[in-house]
């Protein structure tokens, strides 16, 4: 009920409404109220997916443990080797009828069926004699029927990665994190947070790994927080530092980490600047080296000398300081690797395009300049990057 002013008397009644600032009060219990329910539910949402994960890998924990049990059971029931490995280890029901191999004492063959003439001397002399018919039986076929049998991973094969269907769940979850990222800053958000909820199931994959890191790029892009920005980037660059340990031959690894690498020293000083733009480097040109074809690759690489072509006496001489030879690059250097990016990629983005004139323009070659400029203005923007050529478009003319 609302308060009633100390200086009414018995007979007063109640107000039916509240005051004005007793409605703004319960107006922010209520927020806070709505808004813990939210992270509830998300801390739930998290969980469940955690638990699923964990469960799945608790099956195939255990799955590995009976496997290796029923092998070792097959070892203590044959203690006739037989000169093929395959036939010795078939765990079919099939070949240990047939092949003739000494059965447990009480007479009864792994598929749990009494064999006739289990301990005789006649199955023993059997098995002699059909040991050559059955080594025309081929490999594949032995394993085939093996895994129909009881669906058991040989000693001679190598282990999947993933289990079949945890295979096809990172299929889909790679397929929509490359959607996402595709999409507007909203998606790109979500596709984030989906790859980290993820991170418990798939964080051993290497196609998971560099879209990891390549997400946490995005939310460098999407963050105006200075603290933030610097924490998205040295994350994703951590990820990316492990997936590197194992996988040196990704372009893509090699690619995302490059570019973490040059978003966290955005805001260094020269020195560590330049170290970060000669690791930038190094990584571009093993991921060009890796997949040559990508368009993506050598406008980072275009990126990269023109901006080396236009440091700064100040930042020259911190190069010269710093290494003994000094990494290089020219306008005509930049200028290649934009128009190699055309040649992949026909308007490949607006950015590069915009590039392109502006080096025909510092190389003194105003026609190719103007006529660049017009192409990139066919193009929409589409990045935050081709908001800011747009802007420096308008600059030029």
Known sequence: GALVPAEVGDGATHAPL?????????????????????????????????????AVEIVGEVRSHLEETQRLNRRRRFPYPRERSDSTGSSSIYFTASSGNANTDDGESEGGYTTA????????????????????????????????????????????ALDSSLEEGLGQLLQQADR??????????????????????YGEQREFLWRLGRAHSDMWELTEDEEEKQSYASEGKKELELALQ?????????????????????????????????????????????KPEDPQLYYLMGRWCYQVAHLGWLEKKTVSALFEAPPTATVQDALQNFLRVEELSPGFSKAGRVYIAKCYRDLGNSTAAALWMSLASELPVSTKEDAESERELEEMR
């Open 117 to 160: 003439n289990a301990e005789s001397d006649y199955d023993r002399e059997s098995e002699r004699e059909s040991e050559e018919g059955e080594d025309e039986v081929s490999c594949d076929t032995v394993r085939t029927v093996r895994r129909d049998s009881l669906d058991l991973v040989t000693e001679d094969e190598a282990p999947l």
């Open 180 to 201: 996402l990222h595709a999409g507007d800053e909203q998606d790109r958000r979500e596709g984030f947070q989906l790859l980290l909820n993820n991170k418990l199931a």
């Open 246 to 290: 194992k996988w040196d031959q990704s372009a893509e690894c090699h690619q995302w980490f490059a570019i973490l690498c040059g978003q966290l020293s955005e805001r260094e000083s020269i020195p560590k600047r330049i170290q970060a733009g000669c690791v930038f480097k190094e990584h571009i040109d093993k991921a060009i080296e890796l």
């Open 18 to 54: 509240l005051g004005q600032e007793q409605q703004l009060e319960l107006l922010e219990r209520l927020d806070f109220v709505v808004r813990n329910l939210v992270e509830l539910r998300k801390e739930v949402e998290e969980l469940r997916n955690s638990l699923q994960h964990l």
